[in-house]
C-alpha cells in the first residue's frame, strides 16, 4: 500500500508540478487513477488541503534510473539516502545525513549516472548569514556552480554560492505574475538574482519593477537576467530594502521574499504602498501561530499608525514537522 493524496483530474498537473518542486512525491510509485481523481503518491500526511489516504499503487521499477540503487554505500545506510534533491540549471544539490558524508562522491556519481544533463553535482552545507547564501562542495562532474536556470519561459543566471536562488518557488512566483496588470509599478525588496522580476517582466507588462537586494554580488546576475531576458522595464538596485523604498514612487505591488524575518520590514512596505495595493509576504513561522501571528502583526502596525488587513493567507511547504512557510497577501486600510 502507498501514502497518497486524491485529486480531481484538472489539479493533477498542477498539483504533481508543486509536489515535485517541493521534494514531496514519493517517486516508489507510480501515480493512479479511479474515477475522476488521480491518485498522487506523496511523502506528506496530506498537501493543500488533500488528506493522505492509504491505496494500492504499483511500484515506479525504475531500475537503473534510480541512482539509490547504484549509489556505493553501505546497504545499512541506503535508508538515509535522501529521495529528493533540487536541480538548478545543469546541477544537482542534495543534502546528506552525517553518515553519509564519507560517501559523497559515491554518491554523487551514482546522481550524474542516472540524471540526464547534469554536469556536476554539489554538497549542500546549508544557507548563510543575511545573504542568505549556500555553502556548496562539489562531490561529482566539472565545472563551477554558476548556471543558467530555465523557469516557466525565462533564462536565469545564478550561483547559489554567491547569490541566493530557490528553484522551489517557480510556482508562487508564476502566481505572482499571473496577478500583475498592465501598468503596474512592482517592487521587490529582496529580490535575489531578480527571478519574481524577470518572470513578472516576461509574462505581464508591468511600467517598471525595482528590483532590490543588499548582495552586491545580485548586481551583475540581475543585469545579465535582464539581457537573457530581453527586459528593459526593470531597474536593479543594490542597498538596504529599508533606505530605498522610500526614494522609489509608490507600488502597485510589493513581494518581500525573505522569509526569515520579511514581517520586521512591514511597515516600510505599508509606507511605500499605494492604498490600492498589494503586498506578498513570505514568512516562516511555526503553524499553530497562525493567527496569533496575525493579530500581533496587525496591531504592531497600528501602534505605528498603519492600518492593514491580510486578504489571504496561503501555505506554500512545509518547513520542518511544525513549520511552514506561509504567503501573506496584505492590503494597507
Ligand atoms: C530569500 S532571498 C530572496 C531571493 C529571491 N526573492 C528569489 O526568489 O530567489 C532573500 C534576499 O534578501 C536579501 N536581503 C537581506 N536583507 C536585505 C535588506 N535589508 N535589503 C535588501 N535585500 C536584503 C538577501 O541578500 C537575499 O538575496
Known amino acids: 500500500m502507498a501514502k497518497c493524496i486524491r485529486v480531481p483530474k484538472s489539479e493533477g498537473e498542477p498539483i504533481r508540478r508543486a509536489l515535485m518542486e517541493e521534494g514531496l512525491l514519493d517517486m516508489d510509485y507510480r501515480i493512479g487513477s479511479e474515477g ?9 500526511d496530506g498537501y493543500r488541503g488533500y488528506a493522505a489516504e492509504e491505496a494500492e499503487l504499483r511500484p515506479s521499477n525504475r531500475g537503473e534510473t534510480d541512482y539509490k540503487d547504484i549509489a556505493d ?19 544537482a544539490i542534495l543534502k546528506l545525513e552525517d553518515c553519509l558524508v564519507p560517501y559523497r562522491a559515491a554518491i554523487g556519481e ?39 536556470h530555465r523557469e516557466y519561459g525565462t533564462r536565469m543566471m545564478t550561483d547559489p ?8 518557488l517557480a510556482t508562487e512566483r508564476a502566481r505572482v505574475a499571473s496577478m500583475v496588470e498592465d501598468g503596474e509599478v512592482v517592487i521587490d525588496m529582496f529580490a535575489g538574482v531578480a527571478p519574481f522580476g524577470t518572470v513578472i517582466c516576461r509574462h505581464a507588462r508591468p511600467s517598471m519593477v525595482y528590483s532590490i537586494d543588499l548582495n552586491p554580488e545580485c ?19 543594490i542597498g538596504d530594502s529599508t533606505e530605498v523604498v522610500r526614494k522609489l514612487p509608490k507600488a502597485d505591488r510589493i513581494i518581500m521574499n525573505l522569509p526569515q524575518m520579511a514581517d520586521r520590514f512591514l511597515d516600510s512596505a505599508l509606507r511605500s504602498v499605494k492604498p490600492s495595493g498589494i503586498i506578498h509576504m513570505h514568512k516562516i513561522m511555526e503553524r499553530s501561530e497562525l493567527e496569533p501571528f496575525q493579530k500581533e502583526m496587525a496591531k504592531r502596525m497600528a501602534d505605528e499608525g498603519l492600518g ?25 486600510e
Open 308 to 332: 492593514m488587513r491580510v486578504v489571504r493567507v496561503s501555505e506554500l511547504k512545509t518547513y520542518s514537522p511544525t513549520m511552514s512557510v506561509y504567503v501573506f497577501d496584505i492590503c494597507p
Open 110 to 148: 551514482a546522481l550524474m549516472k542516472v540524471t540526464p544533463n547534469i554536469r556536476a553535482v554539489f554538497l549542500d552545507g546549508g544557507v548563510k548569514g543575511d545573504f542568505r547564501v549556500r555553502e556548496l562542495e562539489k562531490i561529482a562532474g566539472s565545472g563551477t556552480s554558476e548556471v543558467i
Open 36 to 44: 475522476d481523481s488521480i491518485l498522487m503518491p506523496v511523502l506528506c
Open 73 to 91: 554505500v553501505p546497504d545499512g545506510l541506503k535508508e538515509y539516502l535522501p529521495k529528493s534533491f533540487d536541480v538548478i540549471g545543469d546541477i
Open 219 to 237: 548586481e551583475r546576475f540581475m543585469k545579465e537576467n535582464m539581457r537573457l531576458n530581453h527586459i528593459r522595464n526593470m531597474e536593479c538596485i
Open 161 to 168: 554560492s554567491k547569490v541566493y536562488f530557490n528553484p522551489r
